[in-house]
């Protein structure tokens, strides 16, 4: 059962336009959740975060939005560059608990 | 800091063959984990040690995975025998504390292993 899906296995997008990466979550005990970006060859790095206190974060062309209520976030990125063609990965964790990874988003932004 | 160091980056062997992968976390994370990267499932969760202490082992696959943390600063992934569809980048990742705002995961580079 997958606690984290990340349902849009690939993304294309053309450079300067909005990139939309969704996630949805089934464990209501998570309250915390991360999103990690990963270039080929590379490990993931953490990108951008956001607690379940709040309903946007943003940091720079970078912003995540959750609805608790739908249990659905997701990362935003504005304008969109070439340099952010990656794989991204949603987690979820709260309190206590490990954060779980969904399986990734592999975004491609075309010049 | 250095961050997380894994090694080998790459590791070719044949099956039936002992593998061993190495990891040392960043100075001062009290939790290590261990994760499998496949096309399928994506990052999957192995295990994890708090403070060397094996936390939660249920993401191992099967009996031929073991994984130690000796001391703070040194752990290892074995798999014993290997087979091909143990084939996949494993990463080792460390972090302050657990799923919460200084639970940030910081990961190595991984070590992507192909099993003949």
């Known amino acids: 059962d997958q606690q984290v899906k990340q349902n849009s296995p690939s993304l294309s997008v053309q450079e300067g336009r909005i990139s939309i990466l969704n996630c949805d979550y089934t464990?209501?005990?998570?309250?915390?959740f991360l999103w990690y970006k990963k270039y080929p060859a590379e490990g993931p790095t953490f990108l951008i975060s956001?607690?379940?206190?709040?309903d946007k974060n943003e940091d720079g062309r970078f912003t995540v939005f959750l609805n608790k209520s739908a249990k659905h976030l997701s990362l935003h990125i504005v304008p969109s560059q070439p340099g952010d063609s990656a794989v991204y990965f949603c987690?979820?964790?709260?309190?206590?608990?490990?954060?779980?990874f969904g399986p990734g988003t592999r975004l491609s932004v075309l010049p | 800091d250095a961050g997380v160091i894994q090694s080998p980056r790459h590791e070719v062997t044949e099956m039936g063959q002992e593998v061993t992968l190495r990891c040392k976390p960043i100075?001062?994370?009290?939790?290590l984990f261990w994760y499998r990267q496949t096309m399928m499932r994506g990052l999957e969760l192995l295990i994890y040690?708090?403070?060397?202490?094996?936390?939660?082992d249920s993401g191992m696959p099967e009996d031929r995975f073991s994984a130690k943390m000796p001391n703070a600063s040194f752990s290892t992934l074995k798999i014993q025998p290997s087979e091909p569809r143990d084939s996949a980048v494993y990463f080792c990742?460390?972090?302050?504390?657990?799923?919460?705002?200084?639970?940030?995961?910081?990961f190595g580079e991984g070590s992507r292993l192909t099993v003949l």
């Open positions: 990742a460390s972090s302050l504390a657990l799923g919460r705002d200084t639970g940030e995961l910081f």
């Open positions: 464990n209501s005990m998570f309250d915390y």
């Open positions: 956001i607690s379940s206190i709040k």
């Open positions: 987690a979820g964790g709260g309190y206590g608990q490990n954060f779980v």
């Open positions: 100075s001062g994370h009290d939790y």
């Open positions: 040690f708090n403070n060397n202490v094996p936390i939660d």
